[in-house]
């Protein structure tokens, strides 16, 4: 079975500083993995994706997130947290194409950054 | 970037009501995704249509119908709503390609009394 994991429910960064949101993946085959951001009463915004190539990839806002294939993780990151930063992330993989290609999306982590 | 518009933002209705729930996309994208999401919590997929004329049910059993007649609409119906149906609802749709993100909707907040 698909799934992804997010173990935080909230992560609290001081504005500045490096911010981590975890998230883990299980899925056969190769995963396409994506961030989704939502600020308070809105639909989810796209931030980036990982479908192949560079383990590394950059996406809106200054996030980044890194894809581990033996650790199944894709943690998203930026070098210095605003406080507008602050919302709800989801992270989200795609299942094989021959399952419908839905997203299956994590239960999501509350950033908040303090000033 | 996709352009998807769903209608009324935020509705309150008595139980017992029918009510359609609108959304329109502007970018003839096949794929669309209807989900229901609890205030800052995980989304539930309900719906799904991969074009014209195909509708799909979701993970999360609901007791909602779509149609999809056009690209361009796909909208949700409670024939009876109850408080249970209280949440938001989440219109999503997708390019051509499992490798495109969904694009989302502002969300439908609806509220049974």
């Known amino acids: 079975a698909q799934s992804v994991a997010q173990p935080e429910d909230q992560v609290n960064v001081a504005e500045g500083n490096p911010l981590t949101v975890k998230c883990t993946y299980s899925v056969s085959g190769n995963p396409y993995l994506f961030w989704y951001v939502q600020y308070p009463n809105r639909g989810l915004q796209f931030l980036l994706k990982?479908?192949?190539?560079?383990?590394l990839v950059k996406g809106s806002y200054g996030f980044e997130a890194e894809f581990n294939k033996s650790q199944t993780s894709f943690h998203l990151k930026k070098p210095s947290a605003l406080v507008s930063d602050s919302a709800l992330y989801f992270c989200a993989v795609r299942a094989p194409y021959n399952q419908g290609g839905k997203l299956i999306f994590g239960q999501g982590t509350e950033l908040s950054v303090k000033p | 970037e996709a352009d998807i518009y769903q209608t009324p933002r935020y509705l309150v209705i008595g139980t017992g009501k029918k009510i359609t729930l609108e959304c329109s996309q502007t970018?003839?994208?096949?794929?669309m995704y209807w989900y229901q999401q609890d205030p800052g919590m995980e989304l539930h997929l309900i719906h799904y249509s991969y074009g014209v004329n195909s509708t799909e049910k979701g993970d999360l059993s609901s007791e909602s119908t779509v149609s999809r007649i056009r690209t361009e609409h796909f909208p949700l119906t409670l024939e009876s709503a109850r408080p249970s149906h209280t949440s938001q609802y989440l219109c999503a749709t997708q390019g051509q390609g499992s490798n495109q993100p969904q694009h989302f909707g502002d969300g439908t907040r609806l509220s049974i009394l």
């Open positions: 990982y479908i192949t190539g560079d383990n």
């Open positions: 970018m003839g994208h096949d794929k």
